[in-house]
T-cell receptor, first 112, second 119 residues
Framework: GIQVEQSPPDLILQEGANSTLRCNFSDSVNNLQWFHQNPWGQLINLFY???GTKQNGRLSATTVATERYSLLYISSSQTTDSGVYFC??????????????FGKGTKLSVIP | DTGVSQNPRHKITKRGQNVTFRCDPI?????LYWYRQTLGQGPEFLTYFQNEAQLEKSRLLSDRFSAERPKGSFSTLEIQRTEQGDSAMYLCASSLRPTGGFSGANVLTFGAGSRLTVL
């Protein structure tokens, strides 16, 4: 199956700082999603971004499918950005499976 | 649209007991998924339904686990003869089959999860 690696595993930021989270994957994908899991465990879908760039407020994401990586940018971080950020891709290349494989996540702590 | 609802939110049980979790997906979503998440890990896929048909099951899913979606609406996940290794957060997600032949778009909306503790 497709492997997913996220970096860094942990990140501590001062409020107001910017950060970049990375997701590498081992095969071509037609589906890549970024999720934020808040400290209460709720997973929120941030982006569906198999290729290209999208922006949503202070967050943006870029996927370079040919080089098999995706980046999540957080600008002007706030304490509410704290939590774990996961990247997820299909478990297998090709059609027929709807399993997503998640990376181990980047744990972000934003301190005031 | 009230989102994906899961019940109970927390369950503590003794080893060997059976437990059942319920998931109510977003009403117009025809796809439903169960994932399991242990501490410090990302969610792991368990099973997937399209309407009432269970189309995929993880090889990780032992025969003590069974899931149903009887009328293509809510789903239940039952764990029989629970073991301490079953302690985890059980997450349900739903999605809408995309139109226009775009097979890649499968955006998941997750519920808040059901946390199981097996003593």
């Amino acid at each position: 199956g497709i492997q997913v690696e996220q970096s860094p595993p942990d990140l501590i930021l001062q409020e107001g700082a910017n950060s970049t989270l990375r997701c590498n994957f081992s095969d071509s994908v037609n589906n890549l999603q970024w999720f934020h899991q808040n400290p209460w465990g709720q997973l929120i879908n941030l982006f569906y971004i198999p290729s290209g760039t999208k922006q949503n407020g202070r967050l943006s994401a870029t996927t370079v499918a040919t080089e098999r990586y995706s980046l999540l940018y957080i600008s002007s971080s706030q304490t509410t950005d704290s939590g774990v950020y996961f990247c997820a891709v299909p478990a297998y290349s090709g059609a027929g499976s709807y399993q997503l494989t998640f990376g181990k996540g980047t744990k972000l702590s934003v301190i005031p | 649209d009230t989102g994906v609802s899961q019940n109970p939110r927390h369950k503590i049980t003794k080893r060997g007991q059976n437990v059942t979790f319920r998931c109510d997906p977003i009403s117009e979503h025809n796809r439903l998924y169960w994932y399991r998440q242990t501490l410090g890990q990302g969610p792991e896929f368990l099973t997937y339904f399209q309407n009432e048909a269970q189309l995929e099951k993880s090889r990780l899913l032992s025969d003590r686990f069974s899931a149903e979606r009887p009328k293509g609406s809510f789903s239940t996940l039952e764990i029989q003869r629970t073991e301490q290794g079953d302690s985890a957060m059980y997450l349900c997600a739903s999605s809408l089959r995309p139109t226009g032949g775009f097979s890649g778009a499968n955006v998941l909306t997750f519920g808040a999860g059901s946390r199981l503790t097996v003593l």
